[in-house]
């Protein structure tokens, strides 16, 4: 089957030899051959390739200039040392179910076509889901030109150094138009589905989320010199902030992390001049989430106050709650359960960011989840076992017939 082998040309791109982790960030070595990856397998297939101003690709089955197409697909690109799963299962599939569509004679009736959207993990320049966001208009050309890698690399540098043109980057209205619905097939990053018997699910809505930087300002000095009573140590107000963080999502049935940390200077035997940390927080509802980081915040200006150490919060990205298409939802529902003959798949929300959650404004999007029996994501220990993985293959294939072949 084509998903075996695409899953084995694509295991050992990015993928570090010590971690068994893939370190496939926006814009690198790694990325680019996962990107060649995807052409390759657009090329196999004789479908019309292209990539967009703002750097995604697209493989398209049809005219897509007629528009109403259906489009599914995912991203490459990963966390450090993620999994082999997060993105790459929904590309993958994409490809392996329009193989299954074409070798059963299927008549397209739409335009069908595969993305792999650009820097969805943020993992390189700290914001999540730069390709479908410039897509989308949901960031600025000037805001993008504004992120910086940790060596100080902008993104405008390094889409040039990877053969892109910067200056292209910025809303794409005319190709969103194009897109008549949106499916995107994803691991799922928790148990919900590992608790059922059910291999696949559908999405209903993803939790509003957001990141948040914490700059709390002391004074360098020795470490082995300085009394204690004298110090403005920055250490210790953040990492009380991380305690209270954890105690601010708990009793409000929330997550918040400080997965993040820099210290300057960094040193071994000196105390820090300023300790800079993420915070990444999601609820199920907006009203939850924001009283879950104005406690976290209260609390860091307290501990702050109380070591004489000065606090900067600003608030680098947040997305509200995405409420899947309900139509296509229950479109999606109905041709899984094949207007009953199969039983219900069960529909279920998440906390984690995807693509199809930033699409979900400009045009009807959907998700598929396969199922994670571990739960574990954004890690190497992320799973699937290949019959969920080819169960999904055939979910999405089901959806792609009945929303493009009809």
Known sequence: ?????????????????????????????????CRAWFRAEAERRALAYEVDRNGNQWAWHGDPTVGDAVVTGSHLDSVPDGGAFDGPLGVVSAFAALDELLSRGARFTRPLGIVNFGDE??????LACVGSRLTAGHLTREQAFA??????????AALAAAGHDPEAIGPDPERLARIGAFVELHVEQGRALDLTDHPVGVAAAIWPHGRWRFDFHGEANHAGTTRLADRRDPMLPYAATVLAAR??????????????????????????????????????????????????????????????VRLAVTR???????????????ELGRLLTRDGTRPPVP???????????????SVPTAMLFVRNPTGVSHSPAERATEDDCLAGVAALTDVLEGLACR
């Open 1 to 33: 089957m084509s998903f075996h082998r695409m899953w084995r040309d694509l295991a050992p791109l990015g993928r570090d030899p010590r971690t068994g982790g893939y370190r496939r960030h926006a814009w690198t070595p790694a990325d680019a051959e």
């Open 121 to 126: 993990e943020g993992a390189r320049f700290g």
């Open 147 to 156: 992120l910086t890698d940790a060596d100080g690399t902008t993104l405008p």
């Open 247 to 308: 105690e601010a999502a708990r009793s409000a049935g929330a997550v918040a992390t400080f997965g993040k940390v820099a210290v300057e200077p960094n040193g071994v035997n000196a105390v820090p001049s300023l300790v800079r940390g993420w915070l990444d927080s999601r609820a199920a509802d907006r009203t939850t989430l924001d009283r879950v980081v104005s406690a976290v915040e209260r609390a860091a200006r307290d501990h702050a106050d109380r070591h004489r």
């Open 316 to 330: 680098e990205s947040f997305t509200p709650v995405v409420e899947f298409a309900h139509a296509l939802r229950d």
């Open 347 to 361: 529909v279920l929300a998440t906390g984690a960011g995807h693509d199809a959650g930033i699409l979900a404004g």
